[in-house]
C-alpha cells in the first residue's frame, strides 16, 4: 500500500510563497507520476500540478509562470512551491500518485493513491 503525507499548508498573504511537499513511501522508479490537486468550497477538485519520473510536467494555466513542481527521487519526494499566491488559490490541496504513466495530464480517475490533504489559505 502507498501511502502520502503532505506538508506545508498554512495561512500567507496575498503576494506570499508557500512550499508543499509530499512524501511517498514507495520508491519513484520510471513511469511514476505525481501530482497536485486542489479543492476550493463549491468547487470541483483541480489538477494544479504534475511532474512524472522521466521529468515531464504539467501545469494549469491558473498555475504557470507561479507554481513549479518538483520531484526527487532518492527522498521520495514531491514538491510544489507557490509564488504570488492570491485568495483564488485558498484550497485544501492533495497530493496524489499514479503508476505507468509516462504523458500527462491524465484524467483524475487514473490517480489511485491520495493524501488527506492539506489546507493553503491567501488571506489578509
Known amino acids: 500500500q502507498v501511502q502520502l503525507v503532505e506538508s506545508g499548508g498554512g495561512l500567507v498573504q496575498p503576494g506570499g510563497s508557500l512550499k508543499l511537499s509530499c512524501a511517498t513511501t514507495?520508491?519513484?522508479?520510471?513511469?511514476?507520476?505525481m501530482g497536485w490537486y486542489r479543492q476550493a468550497p463549491g468547487k470541483q477538485r483541480e489538477l494544479v500540478a504534475a511532474?512524472?519520473?522521466?521529468?515531464?510536467?504539467f501545469y494549469a494555466d491558473s498555475a504557470k509562470g507561479r507554481f513549479t513542481i518538483s520531484m526527487t527521487n532518492a527522498k521520495n519526494t514531491v514538491a510544489l512551491q507557490m509564488n504570488s499566491l492570491q485568495p483564488e488559490d485558498t484550497a485544501v490541496y492533495y497530493c496524489t500518485l499514479a503508476l505507468g504513466v509516462i504523458a500527462l495530464p491524465i484524467s483524475e480517475s487514473r490517480w489511485p493513491y491520495w493524501g488527506q490533504g492539506t489546507q493553503v489559505t491567501v488571506s489578509t
Open positions: 511532474i512524472t519520473s522521466g521529468g515531464r510536467t
Open positions: 514507495r520508491s519513484l522508479f520510471t513511469s511514476t507520476a
